[in-house]
């Protein structure tokens, strides 16, 4: 079975910094993402990568702020968090897609396999 399985999750205060992990079972994956479900609201876009090549996208709300990078050796995608504000508290998911159609990198339905998530509470 692929595995996704995300780490790094935790409680910060306002203004603090945390990495997220979401290391893969496969290397054959052509995007993976991460996207954030906080409560009361939508699952959301974070940001993306492209694994050949490493190009990277972001929602509005974290350019700036969040970077996401890869570790070719160890099939692992990182996401590097900074300056974190109350409005980014969600529970964030790994997604990868093995079908690497540019176009629709944002969108959840473009990925195929999910991991099970990891808890980010920021402290006002």
């Known amino acids: 079975q692929v595995q996704l399985v995300e780490s790094g999750g935790g409680l910060v205060q306002a203004g603090g910094s945390l990495r997220l992990s979401c290391a893969s079972s496969?290397?054959?994956?052509?995007?993976m993402a991460w996207f954030r479900q906080a409560p009361g609201k939508e699952r959301e876009f974070v940001a993306a990568?492209?694994?050949?090549?490493?190009?990277?996208y972001y929602t509005d709300s974290v350019k700036g702020r969040f970077i996401i990078s890869k570790e070719n050796a160890k099939n692992t995608v990182y996401l590097e968090m900074k300056n974190l504000a109350p409005e980014d508290t969600a529970i964030y998911y790994c997604?990868?897609?093995?079908?690497?159609?540019?176009?629709?990198?944002?969108?959840?339905?473009?990925?195929?396999?999910w991991g099970q998530g990891t808890q980010v509470t920021v402290a006002s």
């Open positions: 997604a990868a897609s093995s079908r690497g159609i540019l176009s629709t990198i944002r969108n959840q339905q473009a990925y195929d396999y």
């Open positions: 496969t290397a054959s994956f052509r995007h």
């Open positions: 990568i492209r694994w050949s090549g490493g190009s990277t």
